[in-house]
């Protein structure tokens, strides 16, 4: 069975837990707290399995160590196809790839747990808001004009996608920071059509039972 190294309100292994449940693959939940007693992506054992020290990493049934999660999912996608998270089309493909990379490339790096535990050291929270909310509304802002006039139901596709799920993880963070999304209409309304399908529901961070501890 396939591992998942992962973290209740981890973006990225929020993702990863997404792409498993609308591909319908079962998976061993693998938990790493990353903040009590000073995170457990630390400890030697799990850093021998991922030398990055994060989260997620999943162990294919072959035994094999995939970390990052857009490398995780196109592994997923090419493995196991019969469940599309990618369009058909290479256009769209390519298009689901960037509009994907624009979150976790772009965004989410400048706003995860590492950086947001170094401003801590030295700015105050109005500070960080501050901060958290410029890339959020930076990232979304170019998404949502790049969506005007599409008549897909999701991103890039009349299906969720890679880019979908990559949104769904920013936006839960987006709420977590109090950052008002009133001017991204189409991305809240793609938004709340993807948290209506269990696969998306069943991933939330709060619906990971003995996980949420802190």
């Known amino acids: 069975m396939l591992k998942l190294y992962t973290y209740w309100r981890s973006t990225a292994a929020y ?16 938990p790493v707290h990353l903040v009590k007693d000073g995170g457990e992506q630390h400890l030697p054992e799990y850093q021998a399995l991922n030398p990055q020290g994060l989260v997620p990493a999943l162990v294919t049934d072959g035994g094999v160590v995939i970390n990052q999660s857009m490398a995780i999912m196109e592994y997923l996608e090419t493995t196991y196809p019969d469940v599309a998270i990618l369009p058909a089309d290479a256009i769209g ?3 689901t790839r960037a509009m994907a990379q624009m979150i ?7 706003n995860n747990l590492r950086v947001l535990q170094l401003l801590k ?3 105050n929270q109005t500070q960080i808001d501050v901060w958290y909310a ?12 790049m969506l005007q006039g599409s008549n897909n139901s999701f991103m890039n596709a009349m299906y969720p996608c890679i880019s ?3 949104l769904v993880a920013q936006v839960y ?3 977590r920071f109090n950052v008002p999304l009133g001017d991204y209409p189409r991305l809240v309304d793609i938004n709340q059509r993807c948290m209506e399908l269990p696969a998306f529901k069943d991933a939330a961070p709060e619906a990971q039972l003995g996980e949420v501890d802190g």
Do not use: M
Not at 104 to 110: E, K, N, T
């Open 134 to 145: 410029h890339w959020i509304h930076q990232g979304f802002g170019a998404l949502e004009q």
């Open 173 to 175: 963070n987006a709420n």
């Open 15 to 30: 993702r990863v837990r997404i792409a498993l449940n609308l591909k319908g693959l079962d998976y061993e939940s693998k």
């Open 93 to 95: 493909q390519a298009q």
């Open 164 to 166: 979908d799920i990559c």
């Open 104 to 110: 976790v490339s772009d965004v989410h790096p400048l």
């Open 121 to 123: 050291k030295t700015w």
